[in-house]
């Protein structure tokens, strides 16, 4: 079956401290990931997907086929990281929006 | 471009009655996503909808729930005669449908709360 974990609920750190949010998933065939971010009172917004590589805020997660791991790093997080976070899953059936999200972490960056 | 509308933001249901969850979605964008997102859950996928089709319904549940997307106007989430288990928050989404995979545009959400 495929699916996202999201094992922390919550996780909180200190202004400028290293941060990584833990993303695992099951997935049978080659998959697209990606993390979406909802910042308070703000709408989900796509953060960055593994296809591009890119870095966004400072943020980047790496695709781990190995451990089937997709987790989002950054190295000095800011207060205005502090957001809820969703792994998702690009699914089966042929819809492009069809995507498998985790339950979310909650990031709480403390000054 | 104000992004997609959903509305009410809010909605009260008692047990039975219906409720209608409506959705814009960006200007030029013609693929509506209905997700539903339960209390302390993920979002969960819906219904996929072009303009008067339904393109995916596999996470639709078999009864009470529909969607539509009309030629003209909001797509509609419609749930009859709710029960308490519907109570969540549903969000649509939408793309123009030559974005990259995965890049979804989402409403602020609809709260359903049934008493």
């Known amino acids: 079956a495929q699916r996202v974990t999201q094992p922390e609920k919550l996780l909180s750190v200190f202004k400028g401290a290293p941060v990584e949010l833990k993303c695992n998933y099951s997935?049978?065939?080659?998959?697209?990931l990606f993390w979406y971010v909802q910042y308070s009172r703000q709408r989900l917004q796509l953060l960055l997907r593994?296809?591009s590589r890119e870095s966004i805020k400072g943020f980047t997660a790496d695709l781990n086929k190995g451990e089937t791991s997709f987790h989002l790093k950054k190295p000095f997080a800011q207060e205005e990281d502090s957001a809820m976070y969703y792994c998702?899953?690009?699914?089966?059936?042929?819809?492009?929006?069809?995507?498998?999200f985790g339950k979310g972490t909650k990031l709480s960056v403390k000054p | 471009n104000a992004g997609v509308m959903q509305n009410p933001r809010h909605l009260v249901r008692r047990r039975g009655q219906e409720a209608r969850l409506r959705c814009s979605p960006m200007?030029?964008?013609?693929?509506v996503y209905w997700y539903r997102q339960l209390p302390e859950e993920g979002l969960k996928f819906m219904v996929y909808?072009?303009?008067?089709?339904?393109?995916?319904e596999s996470g639709m549940p078999k009864e009470r729930f529909s969607a539509e997307f009309p030629k003209e106007g909001p797509s509609i989430l419609r749930i009859q005669q709710v029960v308490r288990g519907d109570s969540a928050a549903y969000f649509c989404?939408?793309?123009?449908?030559?974005?990259?995979?995965?890049?979804?545009?989402f409403g602020e959400g609809s709260r359903l709360t049934v008493l």
């Open positions: 989404a939408s793309t123009s449908g030559t974005a990259n995979t995965g890049e979804l545009f």
């Open positions: 997935y049978s065939g080659s998959p697209e």
């Open positions: 593994h296809i």
């Open positions: 998702a899953l690009s699914g089966h059936g042929g819809s492009q929006g069809n995507l498998i």
């Open positions: 200007k030029g964008h013609s693929h």
């Open positions: 909808l072009q303009k008067e089709n339904i393109i995916d």
